[in-house]
């Protein structure tokens, strides 16, 4: 019974939020309708093919990988010679492969460098369902992958959402990973920790509700031809800190990955069905791990990175003043110059 009562709280509790959220999005998007007329609101330019920077064959050569027993084919883009160690690289929520486009360049002259589109990103499928984006799903995105492209281990890099899904890779699969990278993405536990101790990570963390909502989401993304990552990646606040590092045709390639019917909603239901599946089992992470993160994360406090070493047996910590949530694109030097010192430990 106290089960059952405990699941009946935390359905109202997420419902709650979800709609208040939803509520004070749904003024703004009226105000907005008001401002700009409906025809500007609606509007999404139609992007059919890539844009030339994603083609830039310094980054690699396109491809795609047929994973049977997922029954979807991802697309990557691969650079580096076959016989080197494998270098492979998740994206964030709203990226695609392109956000690793500063690390492919630097890495590939050691590793085999892979960066995918994950399932529902890019040119990657796009299956329909919530329940094709649970985190058991995107996990074993990994694992197989890793085995398709002919390796039976990697370095695994990765961002955001990417992270959250190597956390568990690492957990899951140990002997998959040699060395974790993760880029601004709290260890599972850690997050959880930090989220329940301060109300203000609680705050920042008001779109997991909101993303809860059917539909409402969908059309704030999409709207003024997803303007809202003009916003994640160009505004003052939330954007990248170092603006020569991330150009309108930077831009453009996000817009390219993020334009295709139903991408919104895949990627939005990567939130959906973390809030409606039973947590995984976590397991301590065994293998060499870092985190980088950049301390202007107005998303992500900085407290979540810290206290981690309680779950991995050998960790660092790197701290990159000035930068914002996209870290890797904000600093790439930086970033790479601490991937290279550890990577050669």
Known sequence: MAKVLQLFAMFLFKWFFAIFYGFLVLIGMMLDIVRHGPRTFFYQKPRESRPDCMNDPSLGEHDFANLKKAGIRLHYVAAGDRSKPLMLFLHGFPECWYSWRHQMKAFKKDYRVVAFDLRGYGESDIPSGMHNYTLQALIDDVKELIEELGYSSCVLVAHDWGGEIAWHVAMEYPDLVDKLII??????????????????????????????????????????????????????????????????????????????????????????????????????????????????DVALEVGIAKGTEKYVDNFTLKIVEGASHWVQQDRPDEVNRLMAEFLKE
């Open 183 to 296: 880029n601004n993405c709290g260890h599972p536990v850690r997050f959880m920790e930090h989220l329940h101790s301060h109300w203000s990570q609680f705050k920042k963390s008001w779109y997991m509700f909101f993303f809860q909502l059917p539909y409402l989401p969908e059309i704030l993304a999409r709207s003024k031809d997803l303007h809202f990552l003009n916003d994640c990646y160009m505004s003052r606040a939330f954007g990248i800190q170092s603006p020569e590092m991330f150009t309108t045709t930077d831009l453009e390639a996000m817009k390219f990955s993020f334009s295709n019917k139903g991408t919104a909603t895949a990627a939005i239901n990567y939130y959906r069905a973390i809030f409606s599946t039973k947590p995984m089992k976590t397991k301590r992470i065994t293998c060499p791990t870092i985190l980088i993160w950049g301390d202007q």
